[in-house]
């Protein structure tokens, strides 16, 4: 915009200088013209300066006739010398008038030639912003272009996201569905599995031991009687003596039994870690006075 304003000042400029110039020029040529015109004025008050003189000679023959006429062609003398100084006077003003004109044409064609390289410089700017404005317009076109493809990225990407998306839940769908129709199972808790025990395996010594050990026999503690009372007879223990199962059985036997018997394994830490009681009858003590309520209990019972 501010380039095509500057345009159209310069060559209003260069145009106002070419008008000043032809017009000094037309000035010039008048000057020519007038000056022609000055030198044939000269040249007429010359003649009729030349006329006067003849005039006044032929005056002088003729005598007191040819007075008047005599003076009449010295005023006609006069008259052409003042015509004559006057031309001579606007020829020169006229000359220099023309020397300055011839001045301001010089000075007038310089503006122009200068105005018209101004003008020509603000033709090459005004080409290079159009220039300009043609690659500012291509680049605009070219971003919008690339917006496009970009878009266009943007979008097939999308597109393939989702496909991937919609493979992958066409994918897990089967898996979900056959999770929702197959129950769902608890699975069983396990049992806490503990180290076994070994058992020890009966030897042939111990079993040769538990047949011959006699029937322990428990301890007799005589009853507390009370004073002028005959002692009774002690009380033997409510359990009976230990028998020998193993006694009758050959030794022989009992091994190949054990040895064809597999290990039994306890999972149960109760019965393993069951602490051993004492099989031995614990010694029984009579309850103060009272002889009818004598209880006797073993050392299990407790």
């Given at each position: 915009?501010?380039?095509?304003q ?49 005039a ?20 006609v ?51 290079i912003?159009?220039e ?50 197959e129950?769902?199972k ?44 005959k ?18 059985v ?53």
């Open positions: 915009m501010l380039s095509h500057s345009r159209t000042t310069v060559e209003s400029s260069v145009k106002a200088i070419s008008e000043l110039y032809q017009s000094m020029n037309e000035v010039s040529l008048s000057s020519k013209k007038i000056t022609e015109i000055l030198s044939m004025i000269e040249d007429i008050a010359f003649q009729t300066n030349l006329r006067a003189l003849n006044a000679v032929e005056a002088a023959r003729a005598g007191e006739q040819g007075k008047g006429f005599a003076v009449v062609a010295e005023a003398r006069n008259l052409s010398q003042k015509s004559s100084s006057a031309a001579k006077d606007i020829s020169s003003l006229i000359q220099e008038t023309t020397v300055n004109i011839k001045i301001g044409c010089d000075q007038a064609q310089s503006s122009h030639e200068l105005l018209n390289s101004i003008l020509s410089g603000t033709l090459k700017v005004s080409d912003n159009n300009i404005s043609l690659s500012s317009q291509e680049q605009a076109s070219n971003t919008k272009n690339l917006r496009a493809l970009l878009s266009e990225l943007v979008m097939s990407q999308q597109d393939i996201i989702k496909q991937i998306n919609d493979h992958n839940q066409g994918l897990s769908t089967p898996t979900v569905e056959s999770f929702k129709s129950p769902y608890t699975p069983a808790p396990r049992a806490e599995v503990k180290p076994l025990r070994p058992v020890a395996r009966p030897t042939a010594a111990r079993l040769t031991m538990t047949a011959t050990k006699p029937a322990t026999k428990a301890n007799v503690i005589p009853l507390r009687t009370a004073k002028n009372e002692p009774r007879s002690p009380v033997k223990s409510a359990t009976p003596a230990v028998k020998a199962v193993t006694a009758d050959p030794v022989a036997a009992v091994a190949d039994e054990t040895k064809s018997k597999p290990k039994r394994m306890t999972l149960e830490p109760s019965l393993t870690n069951k602490p051993k009681t004492s099989k031995t009858p614990q010694e029984l003590i009579p309850f103060d006075e009272d002889e009818d309520r004598l209880k006797l209990t073993k050392a299990s019972d407790f």
